[in-house]
């Protein structure tokens, strides 16, 4: 956490509280500190987010994403200066406009940030009666800012916004690295891209975008790109007629590894299994890689029936087709036959396993995860992990393979998982791939192009061949 040397200055965001066209700053936080609630009482920002009034909802998730960023140093802040925890909802918005009061926050001027939160207090019935203790508790921080930042610096938790169970197997998995992967948790993501070469090449798509105004730099793989400022999807060109898609690069690794060099031998296409699709991302990504010499018969699996229409949205923006299971890849049983008998397939040639697990690769791009993970649920992810390993390795064809990856950077949850695996498995061989990837810090010089196009999230790789018997 860096201390400010003097107050800050009225910074480059809106100092007025209102504007003739957008909601009231008063409004939005307001919305926000519900939103905040509600995320401590469990729910995802995304699920949040989602029933906040369409005028409100991109500013209430810009300033969402800031106040999680920061809301372990904001809740040590707030217990200096109320060491009795305020009501559920008036906490909510006394942390928030903590929050944006922080300097790495620094979005708007403070006065402003004071005034309409003591305003968004007098709106709403559950904090109404303590308009005047917000008001206190934020002036007092206004005059004692630099102290209270001092003495809560000492606390890991707001001194590196992330839990302390959370912090401890960072630094048990990583001893040199774990400060470098919270440092990059709590920067923002770049927008990455995805060329669908289906449609057109990187190189012509990148003319569509400088020709749009949008900056853009080569990234991952073929069909990788990276913005150097972040659009909303509908300015990006040719977006609804699927031409290009929003992922990030480190995802985007998960196509070309697992079928680079697979080749079925009698002309026939590739039997593929995305085991765990939705939304459809890497599913849309195998698709795209296929060719008239490597054509893809592809079977995407999902548990969740609601997450699984996800997937048809995805690939019928980008004109792809999968037959859409919805089912758990871990009872084999009750979906194979029915599979089998459709596809004429007995094993699959190519087994992708995007497992759930913590996210704890991508807290960037999603800052509440970070606050909804307990401890337990780490070990009860890698016990589900392990059981899809186990009922789906039966189903790659001798000569086939499986790509194993996660979006965490816990050990439990890739290597350790992987090196039991194999341990288990005399008939599993890993074949090159990244193991564990960590999330980037940007270069100084912060958004230097070559910096850019070599961020990705944390994620973990690992690709298991089966030999031919
Ligand atoms: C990491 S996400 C997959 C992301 C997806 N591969 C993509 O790139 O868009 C994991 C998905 O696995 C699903 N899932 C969890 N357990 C499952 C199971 N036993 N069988 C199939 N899908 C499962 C979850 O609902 C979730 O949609």
Not at 31 to 45: E, F, I, K, W
Not at 296 to 311: F, G, T
Not at 408 to 426: D, I, K, N, P
Request: one cysteine or more; charged letters at 20%; hydrophobic letters at 45%.
């Amino acid at each position: 956490m860096n201390l400010p040397s003097r107050p800050r200055q009225p910074s480059r965001a809106a100092t007025a509280p209102n504007t003739n066209q957008g909601p009231s700053l008063s409004a939005q936080l307001l919305a926000v500190a519900r939103a905040l609630q509600d995320v401590r009482q469990g729910q995802s920002a995304r699920a949040v987010l989602g029933g906040v009034e369409p005028a409100l909802r991109a500013g209430v998730q810009a300033l969402l994403m800031d106040v999680l960023r920061v809301l372990g140093t904001a809740e040590a802040v707030r217990a200096e200066l109320a060491p009795r925890k305020p009501a559920s909802a008036v906490d909510a918005l006394l942390c928030t406009a903590l929050a944006l009061l922080l300097p790495e926050v620094p979005r708007y001027d403070a006065f402003t940030v004071v005034n309409q939160a003591v305003d968004a207090a007098k709106k709403r019935s559950a904090t109404k009666s303590q308009s005047a203790f917000i008001n206190g508790c934020l002036r007092s921080f206004l005059r004692e800012r630099d102290d209270l930042l001092r003495a809560v610096a000492q606390e890991p938790v707001a001194q590196y916004n992330h839990p302390q169970w959370w912090l401890g197997r960072l630094q048990k998995d990583y001893p040199q690295d774990w400060q470098a992967i919270v440092a990059a948790n709590n920067a923002q993501a770049p927008m990455a891209l995805r060329v669908n070469l289906q449609r057109c090449s990187r190189a012509d798509y990148l003319a569509l975008l400088d020709e749009a105004g949008i900056e853009a730099v080569v990234g991952v793989g073929e069909a990788g790109l990276v913005l150097t400022r972040g659009v909303p999807v509908d300015q990006l060109p040719q977006f609804a007629q699927g031409w290009v898609s929003v992922q990030d690069s480190a995802a985007q690794m998960a196509a070309p590894l697992l079928l680079d060099g697979l080749q079925p031998h009698d002309g026939r296409a590739l039997h593929v299994l995305d085991a765990c699709a939705a939304p459809g991302g890497k599913t849309a990504h195998l698709l795209e890689a296929a060719t008239p010499q490597r054509p893809i018969d592809m079977v995407a699996l999902e548990i969740d029936a609601k997450r699984a229409e996800r997937i048809g949205d995805t690939l019928a923006r980008l004109s792809l087709q999968a037959d859409v299971v919805v089912a758990s890849g871990s009872e084999v049983a009750s979906w194979l036959p029915a599979v089998q008998a459709r596809h004429g397939l007995q094993q699959f040639d190519a087994i992708l396993l995007d497992a759930p697990c913590s996210a704890s690769g991508i807290v960037r791009r999603q800052p509440d995860v970070r606050w909804l993970r307990r401890a337990t649920d780490i070990a009860q992810l890698a016990a589900i992990q392990r059981q899809l390993l186990e009922a789906l390795w039966p189903l790659v064809v001798p000569g086939g393979r499986l790509l194993y990856c996660t979006c965490s950077v816990f050990h439990e949850e890739g290597e350790g998982q992987v090196a039991q695996f194999l341990r288990r498995h005399a008939d599993a061989q890993r074949l090159p791939a990244p193991g564990h990837l960590l999330p980037q810090l940007r270069e100084a010089g912060h958004n230097s192009l070559g910096s850019l196009a070599r961020d990705h999230d944390g994620f973990y790789y690992a690709l298991l061949h089966k030999p031919l018997r």
